[in-house]
């Protein structure tokens, strides 16, 4: 199979060093933080992880795999961002005493992440339609009221460690597979069961 006119094999390299870094990120979380049931389990996280970024260009997967080296190269967890980011919807009180800790979100970040959200949660309910099973089994899309984590607050949290460079390739792109019709969430459950 040929990707962008690459090897599958030399475009999977990229995602596997992105998945891998992610990994290492994880078990790098503080033992006092919310205990992550994704650390049990290294091949779920990896298939999961690899399968979201299986569908995207090179470019992009190029611009987060910069996105990471910059971050390493600074002693920043990305993993531990994203959690920190999504308290501001599961713990507010514990999220204002950290917030000074995390990246700011600047203006044109948080319009990025916003539009960024609005495709991926339409994205997520026309999903319930053409997948249903997959779907329902996963978390609610918006936040419910109950302890578990939405869509929308796991999202946010994860696109808020993403450069700006990489939201505006992401964007771009989001609005180019949603003028085709190609809803990028069923595609990443495609990319799931054949990556197993």
Not at 13 to 32: C, F, G, H, P
Not at 108 to 136: D, S
Not at 149 to 172: C, H, M, N
Not at 174 to 189: D, F, P, R, S
Request: charged share 25%.
């Amino acid at each position: 199979m040929k990707v962008l006119g690459l090897d599958r094999e030399v475009y999977m390299q990229v995602i596997d060093k992105i998945a891998n870094y992610e990994w290492d990120m994880l078990l790098a979380t503080r033992s006092n933080q919310k205990h992550l049931e994704c650390k049990n389990n290294k091949y779920m996280f990896l298939l999961m992880r690899r399968s979201q970024w299986n569908v995207y260009p090179l470019d992009i997967q190029a611009s987060y795999l910069r996105d990471i080296h910059k971050a390493l190269s600074e002693r920043r967890n990305l993993m531990i961002e994203k959690y920190g980011y999504m308290m501001e919807d599961t713990a507010p009180a514990a999220y204002d005493q950290i917030k000074n800790e995390l990246p700011a979100k600047t203006p044109n970040k948080i319009a990025l992440v916003t539009e960024l959200l609005t495709y991926h949660k339409a994205w997520y309910e026309e999903a319930k339609t053409i997948v249903p099973k997959t779907v329902t089994l996963g978390r609610s899309v918006s936040a419910d009221g109950t302890n578990d984590t939405s869509i929308d607050t796991y999202l946010k949290g994860e696109f808020f460690t993403y450069s700006e460079d990489t939201l505006q390739r992401l964007v771009a792109y989001a609005k180019e597979m949603n003028q085709a019709g190609i809803n990028l969430i069923v595609e990443t459950y495609k990319q799931y069961i054949e990556l197993q």
